[in-house]
Structures are given as C-alpha cells and as structure tokens.
C-alpha cells in the first residue's frame, strides 16, 4: 500500500502564488510517475502536471508558463509551484502516482491523496 499525503493549498489573490508538497509512504519498489490533478464541482478531475522519474514533465495547457512541477525521488516527493494564479485555477488538488510495487511484477497501479483545496479569488 503507499499513502499519498499532500500539503499547502489555501487562499489566494488573483496573480498570487501558492505551492503544493505531496510525499510517498509504505511499501513500494518504484514511483514511475507523480503528479497532480485538479476538479471542480460537476466536471472530470484532469491533469494539471506530472513529472515521470526520469524527470520528464507534462502539463495542461491552461498552467503552462505558470505553473511547474518538481520531483525529488530519493525523498518520494513532489511539488508543484504556482504562480500568477487565475480564479479558474480554484479547485480541489490531488496528489497521484503510478506506482510499481515490485521490481519483479511489471503491473502499475494508481494511488491518490485525500485532495487539497485551492481558491483563487480577491
């Protein structure tokens, strides 16, 4: 099992900043992706960025330029730095990860933090 506990999020002005911290607990041989995604009320949860372990990055459109992600592997942590928020940005924040259990078994499988709140507004 691995636990997904993320950290940060709150309130911010329109144009402001805020970061979020998630960390990898429990048993596990490799974390081959981390990331965040983010939903809002009546709509899909979607990606917003991920970092892979060899440190390739992906993100969404809208956060491109605004906001980036960083991954430290030997601490299992990732965290993703946004800057000139928009009111659109508000959302519940979630914390993921595609993870290999073991190095012998090649199956993934997909944990989730509880989500993080964001709110963007004046």
């Known amino acids: 099992q691995v636990q997904l506990v993320e950290s940060g999020g709150g309130l911010a002005q329109p144009g402001g900043s805020l970061r979020l911290s998630c960390v990898a607990s429990?048993?596990?041989?490799?974390?081959?992706?981390m990331g965040w995604y983010r939903q809002v009320p009546g709509k899909q949860r979607e990606l917003v960025a991920r970092?892979?372990?060899?440190?390739?990055?992906a993100y969404a459109d809208s956060v491109k330029g605004r906001f980036t992600i960083s991954g430290d592997n030997a601490k299992n942590t990732v965290t993703l730095q946004m800057n000139s928020l928009k009111p659109e940005d508000t959302a519940v924040y979630y914390c993921?990860?595609?993870?290999?259990?073991?190095?012998?078994?090649?199956?993934?499988?997909?944990?989730w933090g509880q989500g993080t709140q964001v709110t963007v507004s004046s």
């Open positions: 970092i892979s372990i060899g440190g390739s990055t």
């Open positions: 429990g048993s596990f041989f490799r974390l081959n992706y």
């Open positions: 993921h990860s595609v993870v290999m259990a073991s190095r012998w078994i090649s199956r993934t499988d997909d944990y």
